[in-house]
């Protein structure tokens, strides 16, 4: 009981400073504003210039900021759980480039879709890249390292296509551009509406789960000894993992290393059970990515810079430092 309310308290800490920093993104922008003059647009909403930008630019822009990072940090909690691989992300397992791919290639040749099925596409895609993955890197038994260079050539493979099909797009390109560039400009209620059922679910599907991501944490046999279905469990938890990043793609774009620096991030906080794990990745991941948008947008002011950027700053020397430990463990387990 101990070891829960310590996770719960950490989690409310973490979401108090989120909170504080989706504070602080309401004052910066093109016209700043102080505190009083933000608080006063939060309760009037329709009372003048302030509110208008505050209630149909910032505010939705900080929580699909959060939204997007929590979805993509439960995300890569479940590929590593469920592969019990500490390098498996979805942009480290080709999940988030075969979304990319499939919507792109949507977007260019069949331009007569409505981008409402842009989810369904992207996990097709998605599903798609994470299967050529696993069958490259042969198996669920490969290697962490081997499992990570399997999907980064599975990404620029399916990077090099969606090169190619923007080549053949003509005049739409550059806006395809800017969205490849992952970032959450002009985004507004529409695109939290449109991103909120894909990652309800599989947020849902993940939390009423977690006992089962702890017996898989212990590892395929352990978990069969147990009496877990292994061969729907898998499945429906990949389903999950990649329903939450076909919910973030078409609004965000790519948005790299969340879903690999979040997972551990929270294991460093050492959380008591899966369903601990969950709510923290949100909290860490959502914070990650309100934080990184709100510098990607003030930094360099009046001018935005892709948020991507920042998040592989993060993420990059994560990945180098994982990669060179000869040990890493998930859940109560190492891999060699």
Not at 255 to 282: E, M, Y
């Amino acid at each position: 009981m101990k070891d829960i309310s310590r996770s719960a308290l950490l989690t409310v800490i973490i979401s108090a400073i989120t909170f504080a920093v989706a504070m602080l993104g309401l004052l910066i922008g093109a016209k700043p504003m102080t505190l009083a003059q933000a608080l006063t647009a939060v309760a009037s909403p329709n009372d003048g210039t302030d509110g208008i930008i505050v209630w149909t630019l910032r505010m939705p822009r900080s929580i699909a900021a959060f939204l997007a990072g929590g979805a993509l940090a439960v995300s890569g909690f479940l590929l590593q759980s469920i592969t019990r691989n500490p390098l498996a992300a979805p942009d480290l397992t080709g999940v988030s480039s075969g979304a990319v791919a499939a919507i792109v290639s949507t977007f260019v040749f069949f331009p007569a879709i409505s981008s409402f099925y842009y989810p369904a596409i992207g996990m097709a895609g998605g599903l798609a890249a994470a299967s050529m993955t696993i069958w490259v890197a042969r198996g669920a038994r490969a290697s962490p390292l081997h499992m990570a260079l399997g999907g980064i050539t599975v990404a620029l493979f399916l990077n090099a296509v969606t090169t190619y099909v923007l080549l053949r797009g003509g005049p739409q390109s550059p806006s395809v551009l800017f969205w490849l560039s992952g970032g959450l400009q002009g985004r507004s209620w529409p695109q939290i509406v449109y991103m909120l059922p894909w990652i309800v679910s599989s947020l849902a599907v993940a939390l009423a789960s977690h006992r089962v991501i702890g017996v898989l944490m212990l590892g395929d046999e352990a978990a069969a000894g147990l009496g877990v279905n292994l061969s729907i469990w898998k499945p429906v938890l990949l389903l999950a993992a990649i329903g939450l990043v076909a919910g973030v793609t078409p609004v965000a774009g790519p948005v790299a290393f969340v879903g690999l620096a979040a997972p551990h991030l929270v294991r460093l906080l050492r959380p008591q059970d899966s369903f601990s794990s969950i709510l923290l990745n949100i909290a860490i991941g959502g914070g990650l990515l309100l934080t990184a948008d709100v510098v990607a947008r003030s930094v360099a002011a009046p001018r935005e810079i892709p948020v991507s950027i920042l998040t592989a700053l993060i993420g990059g020397p994560i990945f180098i430092y994982l990669a060179q430990r000869r040990d890493i463990s998930i859940g109560k387990g190492a891999i060699e």
